[in-house]
């Protein structure tokens, strides 16, 4: 199947928009010092159909980190590379129940991530970018993601100075996972190139090309490149079904019925397969770190334009 045509497509999205702009609930995240100043009346969404046909309301273009979302598409460059069977044997991709920067996680399961959704699996992940030094690997991971948003994702080198300043729990899980040999490179480097990732700029229509990408099987629907094998989607999507959404993975997908990744700067990405991607941006959070408004969108706009992978008519 395929989007409702563009009309009806950019109706929904326009009302959704205007549905739950007016919603304030939730707390922007503060425990990276540079997020706390973003404004929480920010808005925006986009939806980029698979055959590149975009709709952008409210704040689509405000730049913004693109946070724990920058995890599902480098799992994607790392399978890409290593082949989806080896990079689960080393990952894993069940949910953990237990918040995004849990260290009890790895404690409960003998040092074995279990995700790569969550940070001990996106550090993990990491570590196995291909490249010799971290400045190859580095390369790899912004031109990857680049040809995902069809145009060169850059660093707000604000936030990263602020995260790695406070990223102390981030350094303890790289070093607990090398204490347990499941990291596959220098814990130091590795928590830095992690922290580069989620610091790039993104917004939510770069966002969208990029779950759109997932969506077309890994071409990206607007500029027409190839960024990874449609192999690679199905996994990611897979994983994303699994924990995109923290422990609130399983009420996504019981109430939106579509793989999601969400960060704590404010961005959610869904993906219909075949479909389209949809992205929003609004910066308060649940108690999972999910965006509060975006959840609320993404549920309504599933629902009218009957995107629910598990519905049979
Ligand atoms: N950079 C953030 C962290 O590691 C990303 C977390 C998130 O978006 N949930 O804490």
Same mark, same amino acid.
């Given at each position: 199947?395929?989007?409702?045509?563009?009309?009806?497509?950019?109706?929904?999205?326009?009302?959704?928009?205007?549905?739950?702009?007016?919603?304030?609930?939730?707390?922007?995240?503060?425990?990276?010092?540079?997020?706390?100043?973003?404004?929480?009346?920010?808005?925006?969404?986009?939806?980029?159909?698979?055959?590149?046909?975009?709709?952008?309301?409210?704040?689509?273009?405000?730049?913004?980190?693109?946070?724990?979302?920058?995890?599902?598409?480098?799992?994607?460059?790392?399978?890409?590379?290593?082949?989806?069977?080896?990079?689960?044997?080393?990952?894993?991709?069940?949910?953990?129940?237990?918040?995004?920067?849990?260290?009890?996680?790895?404690?409960?399961?003998?040092?074995?991530?279990?995700?790569?959704?969550?940070?001990?699996?996106? =550090?993990?992940?990491? %570590?196995?970018?291909?490249? @010799? $030094?971290?400045?190859?690997?580095?390369?790899?991971? #912004? !031109? /990857?993601?680049?040809?995902?948003?069809?145009?060169?994702?850059?660093?707000?080198?604000?936030?990263?100075?602020?995260?790695?300043?406070?990223?102390?729990?981030?350094?303890?899980?790289?070093?607990?996972?090398?204490?347990?040999?499941?990291?596959?490179?220098?814990?130091?480097?590795?928590?830095?190139?992690?922290?580069?990732?989620?610091?790039?700029?993104?917004?939510?229509?770069?966002?969208?090309?990029?779950?759109?990408?997932?969506?077309?099987?890994?071409?990206?629907?607007?500029?027409?490149?190839?960024?990874?094998?449609?192999?690679?989607?199905?996994?990611?999507?897979?994983?994303?079904?699994?924990?995109? =959404?923290?422990?609130? %993975?399983?009420?996504?997908? @019981? $109430?939106?019925?579509?793989?999601?990744?969400?960060? #704590? !700067? /404010?961005?959610?990405?869904?993906?219909?397969?075949?479909?389209?991607?949809?992205?929003?941006?609004?910066?308060?959070?649940?108690?999972?770190?999910?965006?509060?408004?975006?959840?609320?969108?993404?549920?309504?706009?599933?629902?009218?334009?009957?995107?629910?992978?598990?519905?049979?008519?």
């Amino acid at each position: 199947g395929e989007l409702p045509d563009r009309d009806r497509v950019r109706g929904f999205v326009d009302d959704a928009h205007a549905r739950f702009a007016g919603v304030d609930d939730g707390f922007v995240a503060d425990y990276i010092p540079a997020l706390a100043a973003a404004d929480r009346h920010l808005f925006g969404l986009s939806m980029v159909a698979a055959d590149g046909v975009s709709h952008d309301v409210g704040d689509a273009h405000h730049p913004f980190s693109i946070q724990s979302i920058s995890k599902a598409f480098v799992y994607a460059l790392v399978c890409q590379e290593l082949g989806h069977e080896a990079v689960l044997d080393r990952i894993g991709v069940d949910g953990t129940g237990l918040p995004f920067d849990s260290v009890m996680a790895l404690e409960l399961n003998a040092g074995a991530t279990m995700n790569p959704m969550v940070n001990a699996g996106a =550090l993990a992940t990491t %570590s196995l970018l291909p490249g @010799a $030094t971290s400045v190859d690997k580095w390369e790899v991971l #912004v !031109s /990857g993601l680049s040809a995902f948003a069809g145009r060169r994702l850059v660093v707000d080198e604000e936030v990263y100075a602020s995260e790695a300043a406070t990223n102390q729990r981030n350094q303890a899980i790289a070093r607990l996972l090398q204490s347990y040999g499941t990291i596959y490179a220098d814990p130091t480097e590795t928590t830095d190139i992690y922290t580069r990732q989620c610091s790039l700029l993104v917004t939510a229509h770069d966002l969208a090309v990029m779950a759109a990408t997932l969506a077309d099987g890994g071409v990206n629907p607007v500029t027409r490149e190839r960024v990874v094998d449609a192999a690679v989607c199905r996994a990611v999507l897979a994983a994303l079904a699994t924990s995109g =959404l923290y422990e609130q %993975s399983g009420r996504w997908l @019981a $109430t939106i019925g579509l793989p999601g990744k969400s960060g #704590v !700067s /404010g961005g959610i990405i869904t993906v219909a397969p075949g479909k389209g991607g949809l992205a929003t941006f609004s910066p308060p959070l649940d108690a999972a770190g999910n965006s509060v408004r975006g959840r609320l969108a993404t549920r309504y706009l599933s629902q009218a334009l009957g995107l629910n992978i598990f519905a049979s008519a």
